[in-house]
Each structure stands twice: as C-alpha cells, then as structure tokens.
C-alpha cells in the first residue's frame, strides 16, 4: 500500500471517531439532568439558623421525609440537639385530631432526618421543636397539605434568604387560614370614647374579601363586685376588602378586643388582641400568625394574656424554667418495733415430763446458746437412757447404738447429757435442757414442778440482734418506695444516733379501716436500743432520680384538669394543660403539656387566669 493511500485512510478515521464524539456529546445534551436548588431558603428562628426540606417537594398521603439542616448565626452546624416534628390534621366534626410525628435523628453534623406519614388528604400544620442546651428552645409552624407542594412558613421564624418555597409576599401582617388582615386603632393610642377600628380582608391571592361578616368586641374583665363591661364595635364594609367599626371603652384600663371573621365557604375565624387605653397599638394574642415578613410569633392557643412590663410589676409575676430535678424525698411514717420471725425459736419436748430446776426463771433473762433451760424428769425419757446404755455394754450392732443415740437426741438430750451418761453408766431421774439459740426468754410458761404433755410450749427466746420496724404508708406513698431502699429509724424519746436499715419487704395487702400498708424495715440492734412494741419515727429515702419538674405554686387545679401559664414570648402568656406525677421538696412532676426549659409563671398566676378564662370562655377550664 502506497503512503498516498495511507494518508488518505487516516484522514477517514479521525473523520469517523470526530462524527462519533459529536454524537455523543449531542446524545448526552438531550437527556434530563435533576439540578439541585444551589440557593434554598433558610430560616432564624432565636440562635438557630435552619433549612427545611421536604421529599417528595408535594406531600403525599404515605412517607414523606423532612431533612433539616440546623446551623448557628456563625453557620457552623449545631451537634447533639433534640428534635422533633409532628405533622396534624385538626379535628373536624365528630373525627378527633390525628397526628404524624417524625423520628428525627441526626445522619450527619447538624443535619437531621426523619419521616412521617399522614394517613389522608388534607391540611397537616406541621410543627418543629428545637431544643439544644447552649442554643434554648424553638418551636416553628409550618403550613403544609398533602398534594400541594412545599411548605409555608406560619410561626416562630423568620425566612432570611434563598428562593425555593419563598413564603408570599404581602402588605398585611396578620394570618388565618386563608386569610391575611390587618387591624388598626384610631387614633393610634386607644382613648375613653370612640375609637375606629380598621379592618383590612383579603384572600390568599391578594385579592381583596368584600362579603364577610365581622363582629368585634373590646370587653373589660370583671374586678371584685364589678361585673365585666362590654364595647362592641358595629362592623360595616367600606370597600375593597376594608372594614371600619366604632367602639366606645367607657373607663380606662386593658380592654382585650375579640373578632370573629365569618368568609363564606370557610370555618369562622376567632383572633384576639391585647388593647388597653392609653397605651400605642395593639398586640396579637391568639388566633393568628405573623404573615409580614417580620419575626413571626409563635400561634398562641385560647385564652393568651397579654401583659406589658408594668402590668406584670403590679400583679408581681414572676417566671421559672422547666427543668430535670432531683425528685427523691424522704418519705416519713410511725413505726412499730416488732420481733424478727426468722429468729425466734420455741422450746417444747416431745414427751410427756415434769420439770425440776428452772434457770431461765424470768421473762426477759438473756441466755446464749447451749445455756441450762431447766431439768426435766420423764419416764419414757428414763426408759430410753437405760435402753441406750443397756446396748452400749452388751457391744450390740453399731445400727441398735446408733437407734438408740437418735433417739435421745430427737428427745432434746445434748451431745454434752450424753456423753455424761455414758461416763456415769446410769440414767440421770432428771434431764438437762439447754438453749437452742442466743437470745431473751420473752415467753415463759412453766415453774419447777409442773407437768406439761409433749408438745406444748414452754418457752419462747428471740434473737434482738436485728429487730424489725414496720411502717404504715399511704397508698398514694406506695410508689416512691422500692425493696432495699435506705431507711432511717429514730426513736423520739431517746438521746441516740439514728439507726440505720432498709426496707426488706412491702407488704402485698392494705389495711381495710386505715387504708394503709405496712412496710418493713430490717434494723440492726446490737445494742438493744429498739424493744419490741416501741414507736418510732422512720423516714425513708425514696430513688425517684431526675424528672422534669417545675415549682408547686406554677400549678393551676381546676377540677381534675392542671393548668401553668408559659412565656412564649411578646409578653404573652398561653395556658398549657399538663399532667403532674410526684411532688418533692417544693417541686411537681411534669409529665406531659411542657417541655424542659420552657418559662412558666409561678407568682400572679391565678389573676392571670382569671383573665385567661374570659378570653377563651369557661369550657376551656
């Protein structure tokens, strides 16, 4: 093949691979590519900065998952925070409220991933909590539905930048359902005699809401003898989504102001507002959100109060932090000394006989064991030494002697009486009995010279080394106590130390006319400072260990319902109802409504809710 021709093949294959790399890349420029959002939108919400991400983008009824990625106004992830997401559908008619929550757990620095489920279509108001020990406490809503896609920001932050699910935009600042508003006083600074309240309407396309029907009314609390007085405002439509009303306070002091908003098609809406004379504006309390763009506030539930610095100065509220205590307390009780039933020992013979001597001549007389008791003569007894030694000095089988020995021995004859016997080489008339323990004689029923039949008892010795005390505890009581927990015995008449024991057993029985149960505590008692039927004082020390507990005085009882008022910020307080368990040393046991590090009102509580009852009406307590 000549160069010539060589050339010309080369030039057709570098032609060929050139087709053939543009085809590819032609190829490879038609196939779909799923770009990620390089400028998502983040959140602040208090220390926290955070995005919030949904998968699928529109929700479904089934899994859906969340990814939050959680950062500090640095940017640098935050580690080791406790997270948790619930997704609720409000209930509706007869159906009760159903809830989603998703297991958040972190798979990575700062991010954190969980999923949830919702079990039908329609509105799921999602709800974060964020709580880490440096950085406090968030809770953020979201509005979220199945088949819409994204999420809207409701409350508790504030979007600071990115593109993708950008909350809209609006001129009104207030929010709820579908509905923005705005609400104003004129003038400004709320006066004795008429005022104009200003209502702005528009749905969630901006466009403005001509046919609802409001109704407001500023109503003062009652005080004392002094019934609550009312300033309603007549409501009437001046176009294009715009409201105007008259109210007329007839004193000065707080006149919360309440409107419902009845929107054809929709579920009435109930918002109230903090609204006092002589001070600027009004404040949101409950039944809306934040739509402006501004710091959102965290949707406050029925029968918010609203209190500004000097209101709280006059009623003296004072606030505390939810937090994990140190439950355990000492449980305190009467107590009976009372003989330990493992170490009493009753003396009886299994003949019939009569005594002779007696040396445990008294009851109470110390006696150790192996001691003399007393001597007794019996003729079975008698009968029994001859027979024993009869077969001792005819050399009789080993298995007769041995008979013979048991017997005696079964007969309360010492090792000791018969090795006497055997180097005496006659039966004794009468018998040495001697002590089975160390002990007292507490019982003792015989003299020299009476007759008993084999079974009766004739002395009874106990062992007061260890005694026992039994307690009787309230049933409410029973549950702070556990089987070898400390205890404390103090006996109030005497100038001793306090001896110390443990509970050895409860009893699995109460008493039917105390309404009691008895508790036993095993006591060491060497030196016979506890006597048998002596009170005492016993104080046990319950293991409760850590639980979130708050001050006793936070707690509002209304029937068999619980209420505490949490700070949830802008001086508003929001009833919470909770569930309380054990109380200790001034504290009580939460153990469900509240949250740890959660601010509560422990002074001025109850004119709190004397307010709070009005705004969200009596079935609320």
């Given at each position: ?207 403005p809401i001509d046919d ?21 405002a007549e409501m009437a ?277 105390t309404r009691t149960t ?104």
């Amino acid at each position: 093949m000549t160069k010539r021709n060589l050339f010309i093949l080369l030039i057709i294959g570098v032609g060929i691979a050139g087709a053939i790399a543009v085809s590819s890349i032609l190829l490879s420029n038609d196939k779909p590519e799923m770009a990620a959002d390089s400028n998502p939108v983040r959140y602040k919400a208090g220390a926290y900065q955070f995005g919030l991400e949904l998968s699928p983008s529109t929700p479904i009824v089934g899994e859906n998952t969340l990814v939050l990625t959680l950062q500090d106004s640095n940017g640098n992830p935050i580690e080791n925070a406790s997270t948790s997401a619930i997704a609720e559908m409000p209930a509706m008619g007869s159906m009760a409220a159903m809830q989603a929550p998703a297991e958040m757990t972190e798979t990575a620095p700062g991010v954190y991933k969980g999923s949830f489920e919702p079990a039908m279509k329609g509105s799921w108001p999602l709800t974060l909590t964020v709580n880490h020990e440096e950085f406090g406490k968030a809770r953020v809503n979201f509005d979220l539905a199945t088949g819409r896609e994204g999420m809207q920001l409701s409350s508790g932050a504030r979007a600071i930048g990115g593109s993708k699910g950008k909350t809209q935009t609006t001129e009104l600042p207030y929010r709820a359902g579908n509905i923005r508003f705005s609400a104003e006083v004129l003038p400004e600074t709320p006066r004795v005699g008429p005022n104009t309240l200003a209502i702005v309407l528009r749905d969630q396309d901006g466009n403005p809401i001509d046919d609802a029907s409001i109704t407001a009314i500023a109503e003062m609390p009652a005080m004392g003898t002094m019934p609550a007085m009312r300033a309603p405002a007549e409501m009437a439509s001046r176009g294009s989504g715009r409201y105007e009303g008259t109210f007329r306070p007839s004193m000065e002091g707080s006149w919360p102001l309440t409107l419902e908003i009845q929107v054809p098609g929709q579920a009435p809406r109930r918002v109230s507002f903090d609204l006092a004379t002589g001070r600027k504006g009004i404040q949101l309390s409950s039944g809306a959100t934040r739509a402006d763009g501004g710091e959102s506030m965290e949707m406050a539930p029925p029968g918010t109060v609203t209190l500004d610095s000097s209101r709280r100065q006059l009623i003296g509220v004072k606030t505390a932090r939810t937090e994990y205590r140190d439950m355990s307390r000492p449980v305190r009780a009467v107590g009976t000394v009372a003989y330990d039933e493992t170490r009493l020992a009753d003396v009886s013979l299994k003949f019939d006989a009569w005594i002779g001597e007696l040396y445990a001549d008294y009851v109470g007389k110390p006696v150790k064991k192996g001691d003399p008791l007393f001597t007794v003569y019996s003729p079975d007894l008698y009968a029994a030494q001859q027979e024993f030694l009869e077969l001792s000095r005819r050399n009789s089988s080993r298995g007769l002697l041995e008979a013979a020995r048991k017997r005696l021995l079964l007969w309360n004859m010492s090792e000791i009486e018969i090795e006497a016997l055997q180097r005496r080489g006659s039966p004794a008339d009468y018998v040495l009995i001697r002590a089975p323990m160390t002990g007292v004689v507490v019982t003792k029923n015989i003299v020299v010279g009476t007759a008993h039949r084999a079974g009766m008892t004739l002395l009874r010795l106990a062992d007061l080394s260890e005694v026992w005390v039994e307690a009787e505890l309230y049933e409410s009581e029973l549950s702070l106590l556990s089987e070898g927990m400390a205890a404390s015995i103090q006996l109030p008449h005497a100038r001793i130390a306090p001896l110390d024991g443990e509970v050895s057993f409860i009893y699995p029985f109460a008493d039917r006319t105390t309404r009691t149960t008895k508790v036993r505590v095993q006591v060491a008692n060497p030196e016979g400072a506890l006597k048998p039927a002596m009170y005492t004082e016993v104080t046990l020390q319950s293991r409760a260990g850590e639980r979130l507990a708050i001050p006793e005085e936070a707690v509002i009882i209304s029937g068999q319902k619980r209420y505490v008022f949490e700070d949830i910020g802008e001086g508003r307080l929001a009833p919470r109802k909770v569930e309380t368990g054990l109380r200790a040393n001034g504290f009580v046991e939460i153990l469900s409504g509240l949250e740890e590090n959660d601010s509560i009102v422990t002074s001025g509580n109850f004119l709190i809710a004397s307010e709070s009852r009005l705004k969200a009406g009596i079935d609320q307590w």
